[in-house]
Structure formats: structure tokens, C-alpha cells
């Protein structure tokens, strides 16, 4: 089934954006101007990357953002100021954690294209995330979410019109990463990376609540993993499960497999390549795990989601440490905006790796 086209819309609108900090650190704050600008409302914005980020050998972490709608949005306590603070520690600390790549869990914005809010909301996504590539290049890649949907939950017959102006085919494009994608947009896509001597594929499936696309989706997924049978695949998608039965440990009930989340997983298990599956979506606690092994094959699945905790999640996000030697994947949940980490049982563990 072909997906909705991106709608183009002629004119152009002018928008009046605020002030946005640079350089934030604990009690710390500088603001920069934003300039009007004028923009055509669909037409792709291009953003030209700097040099790529060479990864050093050995041990490496990928950066996990949940979701940032509160902060785009500028609601429940959120601002756009803490989802730059998250993406300045990455920033910062890349050399230092050799983070070789980002994932973006979906629901960047609370709106999707409601004309209402879309342009400010939008505009501080697209402001953030493209910082990662200046002064030098860090490959990412985002999940389209419920929120980023208009109206939500609605994959086919809603749009995501502003998701794909921003971070659209046109946009990623030519990334010496980017893969490709699914059907005519870049709702579902996947992306290529390469460190500590092994080869991967990340795969981004939309969030699709009424199984409007599921199977075809899946199975463009599938193709791929076979495809590209020799490489280690992470799959990321909004919603795949819920929280842990008990806050603060991974040893109650494990969080359990929702409907898309269980249709990914019935229909990818028999891939061997497949190691790990992310999602977001569910705040409360905001944490779970499982893990879920086939024909010998684990599959571990994390969910992280802090917006329903102080100030829209107050910059909380993962690091997932690949200790290649010790085969261990090293889970790690940390505050952009306090620079502390949260040490309970369903925040800082350990899983094996590759088993």
C-alpha cells in the first residue's frame, strides 16, 4: 500500500522565532538571537554536514534521545534550552564516550503539522538536531512518533509533512550513512555505521497504532535484514513495549510486547542479526526492558521515556556502551541538565552481547 506523499503547499510564511541558548551548563546560560526567516512551509531545508567523526577503536556508545515533545513544545516544564542541553553533552562528550552514533526515539514534536503550533515546534527540532552535524559530522537518525503524525496515530492517512521537510530523503541524502527508505518518504528509513570492528543496521519502523502499514512496513524490514544478513541489526521503533512491572529493577515483571511492538518482533525474530530493539513513547516510570531469545538468538528490548518527570524529562536520555572485549552491552541513564545518573536496577545494568 503506498503511503501519503509529502503535500506541497505554495507561499511562503514569515515566522518570528525566540532566543535559543548556546553553551548550557548547570545554572549557566547565554542566549543567541534567532533572525526572522522566511521560509517555504514544505519545501526540504538542506543543512550541509561538516567532516565525519572518525570512531577510535575499541569500546563505543550510541546516545539514545527519548522523547522531546515537552521540550519542543515548551510545556509540562520542558524547553527547547534542555533538549540543547542534551545534544551539547553529546556534543562535548563524543571523543570522550566515543559515540559513534544517535538515536532519536520519535515524538520530537507534541503537534505534528497542526498549523497551530507546527512552525515554532519544528523549528526547534530541526535547530537542535542539526547541530549535531557542525563543526563535524555525527550520524543520527529519528523515529517518526504518534506526536510527529497529523492527526496522531495515523501513518497512511495522516501526514508528516514538517518531520520530512527537516529531516526528509533531501536531507540526509548523500550521508555517507543514510541507507535509504521505505516507500515514497522518510518515515521509515535505515542507516549504516561501521565501529569496534563490526558492521551495523538500524532500522526505523513508524509508528502505526491501527496497523494501517504493519506488514508491509515489516516486511520491507525483513528484506533488509536479510539483505544485509552480515551486519548487527538495532531496531528502533516508538512503541514496542510498556514499562517494567516494578520501578527500579529489571528482576519483576518484564515490560510487555504491545501490538506493533509484538508484530515487529514475530515477524523479524527469525533474522539472527537482530540484537536489539529501542523504543520510547510510555512515560510514568518510563523504563523497561526484555529480552526474548529464537533459535538461539537473544533480542534484547529497551524502553526509555522520561517526559513525565520533572521539567518534560529535565534533558534524562541513554547511553548504551558496547564493551566489544568483555561482550557486554552497558546501559547508562543520565541528566543532560544535572549531569547525574540514575543508578537504580531498571537504569544502570548490563546485558550480554551478541549471545
Keep these: 500500500m503506498l503511503k501519503k506523499s509529502i503535500i506541497a503547499i505554495t507561499g511562503t510564511l514569515l515566522i518570528l522565532f525566540l532566543m535559543f541558548p548556546h553553551g548550557c551548563k548547570k545554572g549557566q546560560e547565554t542566549e543567541e538571537e534567532i533572525t526572522p526567516v522566511e521560509i517555504d512551509l514544505f519545501a526540504p531545508v538542506l543543512n550541509e554536514p561538516g567532516p565525519p567523526i572518525v570512531p577510535k577503536s575499541g569500546d563505543f556508545t550510541v546516545a539514545v534521545i527519548p522523547d522531546t515533545q515537552y521540550y519542543t513544545a515548551s510545556k509540562n516544564g520542558g524547553t527547547p534550552k534542555i533538549f540543547e542541553s542534551q545534544i551539547n553533552w553529546i556534543k562535548n562528550n563524543q571523543e570522550k564516550e566515543n559515540i559513534v552514533y544517535v538515536i532519536h526515539l520519535g515524538d520530537m514534536a ?19 538536531m542539526y547541530k549535531l552535524e557542525n563543526p563535524v559530522s555525527i550520524p543520527y537518525g529519528i523515529a517518526v512518533g504518534n506526536h510527529d503524525q497529523y492527526p496522531s496515530q495515523y501513518p497512511v492517512t495522516g501526514t508528516t509533512n514538517y518531520y520530512n521537510k527537516y529531516f526528509g530523503v533531501k536531507h540526509f541524502g548523500g550521508r555517507s550513512y543514510y541507507g535509504g527508505h521505505y516507500d515514497l518518504n522518510n518515515d521509515s528509513h535505515y542507516d549504516l555505521f561501521s565501529a569496534g570492528d563490526n558492521d551495523f543496521i538500524v532500522i526505523y519502523i513508524e509508528y502505526d497504532a491501527f496497523n494501517e502499514d504493519q506488514g508491509s512496513m515489516n516486511n520491507w524490514a525483513y ?58 513513547h510510555v512515560g510514568d516510570n518510563g523504563e523497561g526492558y526484555r529480552n526474548d531469545t529464537f533459535q538461539g538468538n537473544t533480542i534484547h528490548t529497551f524502553l526509555s521515556d522520561y517526559q513525565s518527570r520533572e521539567n518534560g524529562g529535565n534533558g534524562l536520555m541513554r547511553l548504551y556502551r558496547f564493551s566489544i572485549e568483555k561482550k557486554l552491552l552497558e546501559v547508562k541513564t543520565l541528566s543532560s541538565v544535572t549531569n547525574e545518573c540514575e543508578t537504580d536496577g531498571d537504569s544502570q545494568f548490563a546485558v550480554t552481547l551478541f549471545n
Design 223 to 280: 528484506n533488509l535484514l536479510t539483505q544485509y544478513s552480515t551486519r548487527k541489526a538495532i531496531i528502533v521503533s516508538h512503541y514496542l513495549i510498556g514499562n517494567n512491572g516494578s520501578s527500579g529493577t529489571n528482576n519483576g515483571d518484564a515490560g510487555t510486547f504491545r501490538s506493533q511492538g509484538q508484530a515487529i518482533y514475530d515477524r523479524l525474530k527469525y533474522c539472527p542479526n537482530v540484537f536489539m530493539m529501542l523504543c520510547g
Design 110 to 128: 507534541e503537534n505534528g503539522d497542526n498549523p497551530a503550533y507546527a512552525h515554532e515546534q519544528w523549528f526547534h527540532a530541526k535547530s537542535m
